[in-house]
């Protein structure tokens, strides 16, 4: 069963840079296409970024495009967030989540996905 764990997370002033890791168990990682999904208090889980199983295809929502970089070590069984130029409403609990490749009706809806890291904090002071 794969289990997937977040880390990095952290208190950063605006402009600045953190790099999230997600971590995955199992030996099947290589088969999933993976996704960075955030939620802030009081609002729905939204979504960042996903990845394909190779790491040739790349999303991102249009709040993070060209500020977040997805990418992934399939080697090292781990996903990697990449988030430069922090803003304060960046601000939230980031999930890593995984799911099988196949072809999602929507693979931006965080209901596609089958498995859930624990969450790492991100806040950004302004």
């Known amino acids: 069963q794969v289990q997937l764990v977040e880390s990095g997370g952290g208190l950063v002033q605006a402009g600045g840079s953190l790099r999230l890791s997600c971590a995955a168990s199992?030996?099947?990682?290589?088969?999933?296409?993976m996704g960075w999904f955030r939620q802030a208090p009081g609002k729905e889980r939204q979504f960042v970024a996903t990845i394909s199983w190779s790491g040739a295809i790349t999303s991102y929502s249009d709040s993070v495009k060209g500020r977040f970089t997805i990418s992934r070590d399939n080697a090292k069984n781990t996903v990697y967030l990449q988030m430069n130029s922090l803003k304060p409403e960046d601000t939230a609990v980031y999930y890593c989540?995984?799911?099988?490749?196949?072809?999602?009706?929507?693979?931006?809806?965080?209901?596609?996905?089958?498995?859930w890291g624990q969450g790492t904090q991100v806040t950004v002071s302004s």
């Open positions: 199992g030996r099947t990682f290589s088969t999933y296409n």
């Open positions: 989540a995984g799911r099988r490749a196949s072809v999602v009706a929507d693979a931006t809806d965080p209901r596609m996905y089958d498995y």
